[in-house]
């Protein structure tokens, strides 16, 4: 199924269809934002029947709201202490639970609900942004959100409602971030981190931010080696679950790959940053996730808090592929971070007890 989705979204885009018959195009290929709609829809489509009719074994977190679902469906109350919750779960994701009841008490009409609030804000920010649509939807599935989005529903949707608010970010509309930031509280409270970055992205680009960026880099991490557990322990606030230290072999790895992914994009764009709002904004968010990296690769609860700020990844990389002249240059660069897609991709489908493989729909 995993290997289905990624054939029919390249089908949809390298597939041109003309009156006569049909053409293959270029996959390295820059267009402007705004075209190929059917082709963006199909991907919707076809990324909200695997998110949505998957079976509830799909997904280590899935069994967990299939259970909190149930309590609501039969009435059963769970009291809770904290803050803007109602029956242990946040007040929009409690809301949400009732308005799918209300149509269904099936679980997996939520689900259904629940692909269509991931995918859509991702479907239209790339439709609207990205200079290359494939290498975007390539980096939402092979980096860890779109499996993601199979276990972490509260946190996947207020990813969506905080994808969206990007959108009002590059539009300068205060109001509507709000709107979108409050709806993505209202399911998942860590969403809150993403507040101040409509404010962070109005700062001026330098050319020394990427001196700061390592600066900070080393900063951060080396303060997290030094106090390691009271971090882990305030991290933890921000989950049900408690973590420990989940030291990795593959962190150098990342590490590195994310570091020099940072350097590469000011080294070929970065004179345009101040006259490309969507490539200045979207290397202070992913250089934001990747300022703590080591913290957040030794404890999950960190690196969920962060997650907000890894999305516009998928804007990033291929608007900054789109501004290499040269085309072979271009697509070495964009190989090189579809080879690490490959990596990361089977390391998150295979490397941990997650249960995302072997797929099942529901009715199997």
């Given at each position: 199924m995993y290997i289905f989705i990624f054939g029919i979204t390249l089908v949809f885009f390298l597939l041109k269809f003309k009156r006569n018959g049909v053409s293959i195009v270029d996959p390295f290929r820059v267009s402007m934002p705004g075209g190929q709609c059917l082709a963006h829809l199909l991907v919707a489509f076809f990324l909200i029947a695997v998110i949505g009719l998957r079976g509830i074994e799909i997904g280590d977190d899935t069994l967990v709201y299939h259970y909190r679902f149930n309590l609501l469906l039969h009435g059963v109350q769970e009291s809770t202490q904290r803050f803007f919750y109602i029956e242990g779960m946040e007040f929009g994701y409690y809301l949400f639970q009732k308005f799918s009841l209300s149509l269904s008490g099936n679980f997996s009409f939520l689900l259904m609900l629940s692909a269509f609030l991931i995918t859509l804000p991702v479907i239209f920010v790339v439709h609207r942004y990205s200079r290359i649509p494939l290498f975007s939807y390539w980096i939402f599935l092979t980096y860890g959100f779109f499996l993601a989005s199979m276990a972490l529903i509260r946190q996947s949707i207020a990813l969506g409602f905080c994808f969206l608010a990007y959108h009002f970010i590059v539009q300068r509309k205060l109001w509507l971030f709000l709107i979108c930031?409050?709806?993505?509280?209202?399911?998942?409270?860590?969403?809150?981190?993403?507040?101040?970055?409509?404010?962070l992205s109005r700062i001026k680009y330098r050319s020394f931010y990427p001196v700061i960026f390592l600066l900070l880099l080393l900063t951060v991490n080396a303060l997290f080696f030094f106090t390691m557990d009271e971090i882990l322990q305030w991290g933890a606030k921000f989950s049900r679950n408690v973590y420990v230290v989940t030291g990795t072999s593959s962190f150098l790895k990342i590490s590195v790959f994310f570091v020099c992914s940072m350097l590469l994009c000011v080294f070929f764009t970065g004179q345009y940053f101040n006259s490309d709002i969507i490539l200045k904004t979207s290397w202070y968010s992913v250089a934001i996730y990747v300022a703590p990296l080591y913290a957040t690769a030794m404890s999950p609860a960190l690196e969920?808090?962060?997650?907000?700020?890894?999305?516009?990844?998928?804007?990033?990389?291929?608007?900054?592929?789109?501004?290499?002249?040269?085309?072979?240059?271009?697509?070495?660069?964009?190989?090189f971070f579809v080879a690490m897609g490959f990596y990361m991709y089977y390391r998150n489908l295979f490397g941990y007890d997650l249960h995302y493989y072997p797929y099942k729909f529901f009715w199997e």
């Open positions: 930031i409050t709806a993505a509280f209202s399911f998942h409270m860590t969403s809150i981190v993403f507040l101040p970055f409509y404010w969920r808090l962060f997650l907000y700020y890894k999305l516009p990844i998928i804007l990033l990389l291929p608007n900054v592929a789109a501004r290499i002249e040269s085309k072979a240059l271009r697509r070495l660069f964009m190989l």
